[in-house]
Structures are given as structure tokens and as C-alpha cells.
């Protein structure tokens, strides 16, 4: 079946450092989306990614579409603390009545 | 406009009893997602619903679970014969065909 996996699985990073967490999947995907889960909280969505090699940029957050349509990479420059959570990006095989699979999650602490 | 509702939010079984989970989507969207969680882990797809009809329960244990999103009313998750290795958050979501997910704040099941 199709798998979507997240690397790394946890990163701790000094406030004001990069970070970047990467995704692939198994299967071409018709588009990705990112969410954010704060500890205790629920997902939330982030930005969806359509087009082959798309950017979308949102303050801080860049996210990146391979050209591939398998791969998809979420970057936040000069992290803060609020950026803590777990980051998972989800992707759909085709569009219309498709279940959306979740990735594997990568985990961010951010210390001051 | 409300967001996705679940209920209750904390449920406490014993082995052997049921658990019967509630989502009441956004409104204007008919269509139900229902993921598992543990702690410190990701999101495991589980059924995927629209109303009145099941679309993709390739997720769902044969057993024991099984989930209905009637014509009226809210989505149900069932669970019979509660077993402790049930015991997690499931988190319901809503959207429309193909769009971004809007989770509810999720159910968290305890089994004694």
C-alpha cells in the first residue's frame, strides 16, 4: 500500500537555527499538503502543493514539491520557540474520492 | 461556523465494554476521515467516509471497529469488546472532496 515516510523522526534545534524535514513517498502523489500538530493539540493544516516543483512560501516556512510528485520538503528558517510540534505531510495518489495517508511526522523541540 | 466536533473527548472502558466515538463535520462537508494515534507516534488512516456510504475502510481492524456516517446525525466510530491495545486518541476530520482536512480536537480512549 502506499507509505509516505519523514525524515528525521525528531530534531532538536537552539532557537534561531534552521530546519528542515523531508518527505517521500512510496507512490506518485496528485498533490501534498503539510499540517502542524502542537503537543496535546490536533493537526492543522498548513499549505497544499499541487504543481510539479512548486514553492510556496509562508513568512518563515518554505515548502517545496519535487518534480517528481514523490517528494516534498517543509524548511523553517531562524526557528522560535511557537515553532514547537510535529510536522507531517499527507498526500492523496489521485484527486476526487481518495483517502489522504499521513507521513511518519517529524517532531521539533526548540530551546531558547 | 462551528468546526469539527467530537465527543466526548475523554472515555474511559473497561476490556470487553464498547466505545462509541462522535464527529459532527464542518458544516457544508461530507466527508469524514477517521485516523488513530499514539502517543509520540503519527497518524494511522483508519476509514474514510462520505454520507451514507463507506469509501475506503482499508485502515479499519476487521474486527471489532466499524464506523457509519448516516444521512443524519454525526459520524460514529464503534468499538467492541475494548481491548487495552485500543487504547489512543482518534481524531476525526471533515472536508470537501479533495480539499485540506479540519481536524476536531479528538477522542482519547483509555481501556482498564
Known amino acids: 500500500g502506499q507509505q509516505v515516510m519523514q525524515i528525521p523522526q525528531y530534531q532538536h534545534v537552539q532557537e534561531g537555527e534552521d530546519f528542515t524535514t523531508y518527505c517521500n513517498s512510496s507512490?506518485?502523489?496528485?498533490?501534498i499538503q503539510w499540517y502542524k500538530q502542537r503537543p496535546g493539540g490536533h493537526p492543522v493544516f498548513l499549505i497544499q502543493?499541487?504543481?510539479?516543483?512548486e514553492v510556496k512560501k509562508q513568512k518563515r516556512l518554505t515548502f517545496q514539491f519535487g518534480e517528481a510528485k514523490k517528494n516534498s520538503s517543509l524548511h523553517i528558517t531562524a526557528t522560535q520557540t511557537t515553532d514547537v510540534g510535529t510536522y507531517f505531510c499527507?498526500?492523496?495518489?489521485?484527486?476526487?474520492?481518495?483517502?489522504?495517508?499521513f507521513g511518519t511526522g517529524t517532531r521539533l523541540l526548540v530551546s531558547p | 461556523n462551528a468546526g469539527v466536533m467530537q465527543n466526548p473527548r475523554h472515555l474511559v472502558r473497561r476490556r470487553g465494554q464498547e466505545a462509541r466515538l462522535r464527529c459532527s463535520p464542518m458544516k457544508g462537508h461530507s466527508h469524514v476521515y477517521w485516523y488513530r494515534q499514539l502517543p509520540e507516534e503519527g497518524l494511522k488512516f483508519m476509514v474514510y467516509?462520505?454520507?451514507?456510504?463507506?469509501?475506503?475502510e482499508s485502515g479499519m481492524p476487521k474486527e471489532r471497529f466499524s464506523a457509519e456516517f448516516p444521512k443524519e446525525g454525526p459520524s460514529i466510530l464503534r468499538i467492541q469488546q475494548v481491548v487495552r491495545g485500543d487504547s489512543a486518541a482518534y481524531f476525526c476530520?471533515?472536508?470537501?472532496?479533495?480539499?485540506?482536512?479540519?481536524f476536531g480536537e479528538g477522542s482519547r480512549l483509555t481501556v482498564l
Open positions: 499527507a498526500g492523496r495518489r489521485n484527486t476526487g474520492f481518495q483517502k489522504l495517508v
Open positions: 467516509l462520505q454520507k451514507e456510504n463507506i469509501i475506503d
Open positions: 502543493l499541487v504543481k510539479s516543483g
Open positions: 507512490t506518485t502523489l496528485s498533490n
Open positions: 476530520a471533515s472536508s470537501v472532496v479533495g480539499g485540506e482536512l479540519f
